[in-house]
């Protein structure tokens, strides 16, 4: 049980003024004891502040649920702490958690802001370092701890990269939104003028047309219509190393970051966004809109595990309706995916592969293997994954890399072109 304990400062300073109280006493030398006076005034200072109490130490975060790259505050709280004039406080590291001030470690007055400021550098569930707390009384004569703390955990949500969009739905199917619809219907874009119907508006009415004509005309506009979106997150492998919001990003990390402001964008825009995690759990959400579905989004985005040993079973589809944009966030490496993506883009699906994989990452090497025929072996998969890429891409499934605003604007409207032309669809 943790009590409070006589300091060594105290311990030195009873030594010194004994010895010197003894030695002036028996040499007969009173400037001997004059000086070592202070000693025995810190000493008789000490005893008379000892606390008496039995302090109890917690703390507490001031926000429990953030985005990476936000910060919070980690607040000490002391209770039956009277007497108390220092508090010291050491927090180990944690991985992916920046602390002010570096290394966790701070010194203050108990009356002072004694808070430690922590950031999360990466989403997911994050558990801060387990915590050393030491009070001190005051004239620094009895400590109390070091006493453990266990560390507080935290939920971090993936910070959006930055992106946005202009491109139009390819195949709006809803019932209002912000998406141009292909008939006719209350909204904002203009379609034409026709002849004035049983049941058209007053206010639709075109005069000068209908002056020139001599009968009434009225103006046409286009629908708006929301769209179903699917963002389909590949959590079956993580290439590259992951150095937090900060630093390099590993395969993983630029899906789930690329995901969340997939998911954000749609939602602001209206549509009705879902989400599937491909893993062991296979994590689904049906489509919905509003912001409390994407806090639900981002919620499930934050949990997502690495499954390195998750395969998907052979003939696995996307399942997906007829109408939704699907957004494929891979490195597409495996085959039973790529098989997947092109068969739902054969289907007549609008399908969008958003290579994940890292330009410069390199494959982990086990030791003991040869470097050069692990390198070789690396280069060989590119090789094949490239080419997996292009028939891919010949079946009419773009491919593109994630390079943040503006990284879907093309191939959007290149698919909402092809959506308005005549096909053959296969089943």
Do not use: K
């Not at 300091?7 to 006493?25: D, E, F, H």
């Not at 508090?87 to 002010?100: E, H, I």
């Not at 004035?196 to 020139?212: H, V």
């Not at 150095?243 to 402001?261: F, M, Y």
Request: overall charge positive; hydrophobic content about 45%; some cysteine.
């Amino acid at each position: 049980m943790t009590t409070w304990r006589a300091t060594p400062a105290l311990a030195r300073a009873v030594v010194l003024a004994a010895v010197g109280l003894l030695a002036g006493v028996t040499l007969g030398r009173p400037v001997v004891v004059v000086l070592v006076s202070p000693f025995l005034l810190l000493v008789l200072m000490s005893l008379l502040h000892r606390p008496s109490g039995h302090p109890r130490v917690d703390h507490r975060l001031d926000h429990v649920t953030l985005h990476e790259g936000q910060g919070t505050t980690l607040r000490l709280r002391l209770e039956a702490a009277e007497g108390v004039e220092v508090v010291s406080r050491a927090a180990a590291r944690a991985p992916y958690v920046a602390t002010r001030p570096p290394g966790g470690a701070l010194v203050a007055l108990a009356d002072d802001d004694h808070s430690l400021r922590v950031s999360p550098r990466r989403w997911g569930r994050r558990t801060l370092g387990d915590e050393r707390v030491a009070l001190t009384s005051r004239w620094a004569g009895f400590r109390f701890g070091a006493t453990r703390v266990q560390g507080a955990r935290m939920f971090v949500m993936p910070g959006p990269a930055p992106y946005d969009s202009r491109a139009e739905a390819p195949a709006p199917v809803g019932l209002v939104g912000a998406h141009r619809s292909r008939r006719n219907g209350s909204g904002t874009e203009f379609s034409g003028i026709r002849p004035f119907a049983t049941g058209d508006r007053l206010r639709r009415i075109q005069w000068r047309t209908s002056l020139r004509t001599g009968s009434l005309h009225v103006v046409t506009t286009r629908a708006e219509e929301d769209s179903a979106v699917l963002v389909v997150v590949d959590a079956l492998v993580d290439l590259g190393r992951s150095g937090g919001v900060d630093g390099e990003a590993s395969s993983l990390d630029l899906a789930v970051r690329a995901a969340s402001s997939l998911a954000e964008h749609h939602v602001r825009r209206g549509d009705r966004v879902g989400l599937r995690v491909l893993g062991a759990d296979d994590v689904r959400l049906a489509p919905a809109a509003g912001q409390r579905h994407l806090r639900r989004l981002q919620g499930t985005l934050a949990r997502t595990r690495l499954h390195s040993r998750a395969r998907l079973p052979e003939g696995f589809a996307l399942g997906v309706p007829g109408g939704t944009v699907v957004h494929v966030l891979s490195p597409m490496l495996d085959p039973a995916l790529v098989t997947a993506v092109a068969t739902a883009s054969r289907r007549g699906l609008h399908v969008v592969v958003v290579d994940t994989l890292p330009p410069d990452v390199r494959m982990a090497v086990a030791e003991g293997t040869d470097e050069r025929l692990a390198g070789l072996a690396w280069r060989m998969r590119r090789l094949d994954r490239d080419d997996l890429l292009r028939h891919l891409a010949a079946t009419g499934c773009p491919v593109v890399p994630w390079r943040g605003p503006g990284t879907l604007d093309e191939v959007l409207h290149r698919l909402a072109r092809r959506a308005q032309l005549p096909a053959m669809r296969s089943r």
